[in-house]
């Protein structure tokens, strides 16, 4: 009976198999379960991830093979598996994630599984709209050409009333500021209304907007249930907001879809901030990987997301840092290793990465160093903190920005600039943990 059993997942390898044009590929790392072979377990993947049961069938129509995913190619504990395309529906993210991302993690058989890349083929991502406005139609918006667009939450990040937290708004954009970003779990409080919010923030960066005579926006949370979400987008449109936040992980990929085209009607954009994804992306034996996430969200339409800074608080290596970023912003992405496939993303526009968590302006030159130009900087606590208050402290954030566009030091910056050389003698260049 077990030999029988094994047979059948067996037949989802294929060591010679070559991947249509039109397959998905998806890349995996496994381990496992002790007494399961190698083949038996990249057989039960590809297996449970399409057409495949727990043992053979009685009669099966000659068709369905067309239909089994194929485990292709193995190196060490990473395994290819290809997927025909009449598996997937058009347009439909949620019934991908079910599919790849399903009921094989749950596999007693393997020991550790984890989904770390996905290549997309033009005839499975011409049913998604992508991005509504890019890299460059967000720096059009906000009418910067060249250096990373900056943002800050008021911290604590929870706590302050409307009005405090949009005077500490109004600050950050009179430093230099182009954002001001509510955090993950601040939305609609009993201290803190989410239209109360709104109102008072629309006046301050009115006020802000006309003694710079810049663009300053914000990324005002609208997470709650979808048809609430739709609602406070709405109001965010009529006061002149061009941007909302979405908490895109506990709302799911379904409400980002919905929320995605509502914006884009208003031609808004969406700020992705990825709370909970470390639930599922920070074992690095199982689960997901951040550049798959943030591969699915560029495809379904977010126009930035969070995705770690090497430097700061938060998990995430040079490395992972580097390959979401590739994944976000490039059209096509080479394949690197065990860690990232090939992908040609058409016409699906670019997303900005964000770089945020524990960051203070001696860290700015090491995450540009990373970054380069194109990514969304938040540098909160590290403005906040300032000996100076949080104006002084994006002041000095705008200066380290400026020293290495210019390939000064800091040291060197901080000469010239008095609120550059406080932060360095608080923070230093000190990594925070």
Known sequence: MCANKVEWYEKFVDFSYKPAKDDLVCLFYFEPDIGISVKEA???????????????????????????????????NYVKVAYPLALWEEGNAPQLLSGIAGNIFGMKALRNLRLIDIMLPQAYIKHFKGPHHGMEGIRKMMGIKKRPLTGAVPKPKIGFSA?????????????GFDFVKDDENLTSTSFNRFEERVKLMTKLRDKAEKETGEVKSAFINITAETEEMKKRAKMLHEYGWNYCMIDVVVTGHSSVMTLRDYTADMNMAIH??????????RNPKHGLTMQFLAKMMRLIGVSQIHSGTAVGKLVGDKREVTTVADTLRYRKVKALGGHLLDQDWKHIKSAFPVSSGGLHPGLVPNVLDIYGEDLILLVSGGIHGHPKGTRA????????IEAWQDGETLNEKAKTSKELALALEKWGHMKTK
Do not use: C, N
Request: aromatic share 10%; hydrophobic share 45%; proline share 3%.
């Open 42 to 76: 990249i057989g039960r993947i590809a297996s449970e991830s399409s057409t495949g049961t727990w043992t053979t069938l009685f009669k099966m129509p000659p068709r369905m093979k067309k239909l089994q995913a194929t485990a292709f190619h193995v190196d060490e």
């Open 163 to 175: 009005a405090e937290h949009a005077q500490i708004g109004y600050e950050t954009w009179m430093g």
């Open 272 to 281: 992705a901030h990825r709370a909970m994804h470390a639930t599922f992306d």
């Open 393 to 400: 402290g994006a002041m000095a954030t705008m200066a380290a």
